[in-house]
């Protein structure tokens, strides 16, 4: 089936201030039918979750509802699945309550692939408790992470592993099942930092061998917020801090505090206008299946758009591109001979292109390609771009360049 990207980017109010964004690895734009979802939410009674009164049933549906979208979209138990404030909220969580049983001469690993959320966490976690951390870097030249250079790093004390699926600077997807395997080999744990891969590829944490699993609803047109995903046998072994009288169900003992009822009803809708960007609303098939298909879809429609702006900018003198992993995801970052890519950014800006510069919280992926703190330009992509969003950007890169 063909992909309708001018019915895709009909949905999406935002998109009529005439902007070309590629910023969505930042986050994505949001269609009118989260932001419905949200108003209806908000429209009806709601109150602690129960069963007996109105405002009570709505909560309690709603969360459900929530749990299960998202059990849907990362193949996940829905009594795994976790709501936080954002992913690197989840992660110090999860990193406060893991180390509650390291002791000193544990190892934990990192990688300098990763944005500085799945990184300082555990960093810190590991200075508190005596822990030693070791990195595993990936290759300056390819961009690559192999599973390798990953398991180089594994020892008989190794207690964590913490890995990105997906660059959101480079681009980047290691090979996170066959890491998966050395580190339960090992007897450790894998937590991996999803928010880029979501975005963009269909996910499956348990073939993906994760223990824990975070990612962003507002990576993929849904709200501002952090979910995180684990079976649930394993939340079950942790003790979270939490208040005395709050529940000690899980997966809600990792959730402080009355939840925002009408993020969750946003982020089911986003699930919901993903699930129908394969197949159309109303088509057979579960919502999982559903998923799968849209995501092969917008994965085409992604690659053919990169494939157009790598093969234009290597035209392009004084330019260097730093995506160059073999699998990857339609994100580039690009620098400029003799020129800062905040310039190129602003040069852009004028043109009404958006496409941002910096390190993006990946500071050790950006230190490690020589770019310093500064970073580059990156190019992000996703399902609303269209052609002639990149031969905007291509034209303001000329321009830029001239």
């Not at 990763?114 to 590991?126: E, F, L």
């Not at 090992?186 to 499956?204: C, E, Q, R, S």
């Not at 703190?373 to 360049?401: H, I, K, P, W």
């Amino acid at each position: 089936m063909s992909y309708d990207v001018g019915a895709v980017r009909a949905q999406f109010p935002a998109l009529r201030s005439g902007t070309a964004h590629f910023d969505g690895p930042g986050g994505t734009q949001t269609p009118a039918s989260v932001i419905a979802a949200i108003g209806e939410a908000m429209s009806r009674p709601l109150s602690i979750r129960g069963s007996a009164l109105p405002g009570e049933v709505n909560a309690e549906r709603i969360v459900l509802g929530f749990r299960q979208a998202m059990a849907d979209l990362l193949g996940a138990d829905p009594a795994g699945i976790v709501f936080g404030r954002s992913a690197t909220q989840l992660t110090y969580d999860f990193a406060r309550t893991l180390a509650a049983s390291w002791n000193p001469g544990d190892e934990v690993v990192v990688s300098r692939l990763d944005h500085d959320a799945n990184i300082r966490p555990w960093v810190q976690a590991a200075e508190r408790v005596g822990a030693v951390v070791r990195w595993a870097d990936f290759d300056r030249d390819t961009g690559e992470l192999p599973p390798e250079a990953v398991g180089a790093q594994i020892t008989e004390r190794t207690r964590l592993v913490a890995v990105t699926g997906a660059s959101n600077l480079i681009g980047t997807r290691p090979d996170i099942p066959a890491v998966a395997e050395l580190v339960h080999r090992a007897g450790a744990l894998l937590y991996v930092d999803g928010v880029h891969l979501t975005a963009h590829h269909a996910v499956d944490v348990e073939r993906l061998g994760a223990d824990f699993f975070v990612c962003s609803p507002y990576k993929f047109f849904g709200p501002h917020h952090g979910v995180l995903a684990a079976r649930p046998e394993v939340l079950g072994a942790l003790r979270p801090d939490k208040l005395a009288p709050s529940t000690d169900a899980v997966p809600e003992r990792f959730e402080l505090g009355t939840l925002p009822y009408e993020a969750m009803a946003g982020t089911i809708a986003a699930v919901d206008f993903l699930a129908d960007l394969g197949t159309g609303s109303g088509a057979a098939g579960g919502r999982r299946e559903r998923l799968l298909s849209a995501y092969a879809a917008i994965d085409v429609h992604e690659r053919a758009l990169r494939r157009t702006i790598e093969e234009a900018v290597g035209e392009l003198d004084g330019v260097t591109a730093h995506s160059r992993a073999a699998d990857r995801t339609p994100t580039l970052l690009f620098t400029f001979e003799g020129r800062d890519p905040a310039d190129a950014h602003r040069s852009l800006a004028r043109a009404g292109v958006h496409a941002p510069a910096g390190s993006f919280y990946a500071l050790e992926a950006s230190r490690h390609l020589g770019l310093g703190d500064s970073g580059g330009l990156r190019v992000g992509l996703c399902a609303y771009n269209d052609a002639q969003d990149v031969e905007r950007l291509l034209t303001g890169l000329s321009d830029f360049l001239r």
